[in-house]
């Protein structure tokens, strides 16, 4: 999650803390090149108040927290600001106008969704999906399609998903699972009052599940093993389309997918190979 929109919730701060999350948040670029001494005096706080907040944050401490800042402050300069993904396009734009504008709109949605990313969140999401002897995917409506292109491309690495809300049978899927199992939530908003039974079912029963949402307020991101964030850009009613949405589920299900493909890298690959040698090798023998 970005750090700047963890420090805007201000979860748990003490209030000194809240002190200095709030000057962060009103001075932001301004404050990059000060010492921690300097933050300090400014907040009339301490070196210890400092350090504690970057702590909270999931930061080893204040250098690492300023430098995860300038980033952030990177990414949001060279990323498209003028698009506006509820509508992309105006009315009377030529065909190659709008194409243009989707590309705009995907490019931004996929830096965005970059600088929401964590090395450590995906690396603990593939080893959760590797470890599953069977993974249930909850997504309804254009999230079920994205749903089963994650589905697709995860037999490629003989590992088979399941869309438990496909055909509306969520409640059989979801008491079939085990501790050695795994169920992903694939929702926007993360509102759906079946998708919350089911993850405190999930709870109950000490089944990993992680939950991919733009709304990582919610109980449901709140009780999910691993929530995963997506920008929250789109107007659940006013939208030519859910362009946005779809684009970031699709390219978090993409990294995710290939950072599992990368735990047995050699192996996945050689296996692949093998499966189309085999499959047509037999193909020729019952020719013959």
């Not at 089963?148 to 003989?158: G, R």
Request: one cysteine or more.
């Amino acid at each position: 999650m970005k750090l700047l929109l963890q420090i805007k919730e201000m979860n748990h701060f003490t209030t000194n803390e809240r002190s200095i999350a709030a000057y962060i948040l009103t001075h932001k670029e301004s404050m990059l090149p000060m010492s921690i001494q300097e933050l300090a005096k400014a907040t009339y706080t301490s070196h210890s108040a400092i350090n504690r907040l970057t702590h909270k944050l999931g930061l080893a401490g204040y250098k690492e927290f300023i430098l995860k800042l300038a980033r952030e402050f990177q990414l949001d300069v060279h990323s498209i600001s003028n698009v506006d993904v509820n509508y992309p396009f105006e009315h009377g734009e030529t065909p190659i106008q709008v194409a243009k504008e989707i590309a705009e709109v995907m490019k931004a949605t996929i830096e965005k969704n970059f600088a929401f990313l964590e090395n450590a969140q995906l690396a603990e999401a593939a080893e959760i999906l590797e470890r599953a002897g069977k993974i249930f995917i909850y997504a309804l409506g254009d999230s079920e399609i994205r749903a089963k292109s994650f589905q697709n491309k995860l037999i490629k690495i003989n590992k088979y998903a399941v869309i438990a809300t496909e055909l509306s049978e969520w409640e059989y899927h979801t008491v079939n699972l085990t501790q050695q199992d795994c169920a992903i939530f694939l929702t926007y908003h993360g509102l759906s009052a079946n998708n919350l039974q089911a993850a405190k079912y999930f709870t109950r029963n000490s089944i990993p599940f992680i939950t991919i949402t733009a709304a990582h307020g919610t109980e449901l991101a709140k009780l999910s093993t691993l929530c995963i964030q997506v920008p929250e850009d789109e107007v659940k009613h006013a939208k030519i389309g859910t362009f946005s949405s779809q684009i970031a589920f699709e390219y978090v299900l993409n990294v995710i997918y290939s950072c599992i493909y990368r735990i047995n890298y050699s192996k996945n690959k050689l296996s692949a190979r093998q499966v189309v040698k085999d499959f047509y090798t037999d193909d020729v023998k019952t020719d013959l």
